[in-house]
């Protein structure tokens, strides 16, 4: 199961290494981050997109037209709209996601940043976001843009998680370890 998905990631890792040089070489970082983020929030939002994406259904040339229409509609950059069409024409646009995310790592990276995934069991507040990043900075030693995202399956609590390090204090967490406490005793 995990094969599929590396192969995945590494064809969307490739795909974001070529295209992040193609802007850095252009000076066109700035750019290819404001078309990352309208990309990204595109695919998060819609589900047919999703769909047309992951699509066996669509051919190559619908596929390929379908997202050369979306990017004209989001205004994306040159570099970024033609590598999407040319994933399109080679059936790669389901890695598009994993893409988005290879570029986000690398933009940051090239920034000097890091990016924490934060999992909370409600919404933060600012002042609570902010107090986590300077927390999170203080222990990586570098600028933290925080992620966060409502999982109200957590009960209470945050799930953190930064490059390969991951900090659970959730309730859910706690609970499932005090369940196998439990299961342990008998």
Do not use: C, H, W
């Amino acid at each position: 199961m995990a094969e599929p998905a590396s192969i995945s990631m590494g064809i969307a890792e490739r795909y974001a290494q070529a295209v992040f040089d193609l802007a850095r070489d252009a000076g066109d970082l700035a750019a290819l981050e404001a078309d990352v983020s309208t990309l990204d929030a595109a695919i998060r939002e819609s589900s047919d997109l999703r769909d047309a994406m992951a699509s066996p259904v669509l051919t190559r040339a619908e596929q390929e037209g379908a997202i050369a229409a979306v990017a004209a509609k989001l205004g994306l950059g040159a570099t970024l709209t033609n590598t999407l069409r040319l994933m399109a024409s080679k059936r790669r646009l389901f890695v598009a996601p994993a893409l988005v995310e290879a570029l986000k790592e690398r933009l940051a990276d090239d920034r000097g940043q890091l990016t924490a995934e934060v999992r909370s069991a409600k919404k933060l507040t600012d002042t609570q976001q902010k107090k986590l990043s300077e927390a999170l900075k203080a222990s990586t030693g570098k600028d933290v843009a925080v992620e966060v995202t409502v999982d109200e399956a957590l009960i209470g609590g945050l799930v953190v998680k930064v490059g390969s390090q991951m900090i659970d204090t959730s309730i859910r967490a706690k609970l499932a370890a005090l369940q196998n406490t439990m299961k342990e005793v008998r």
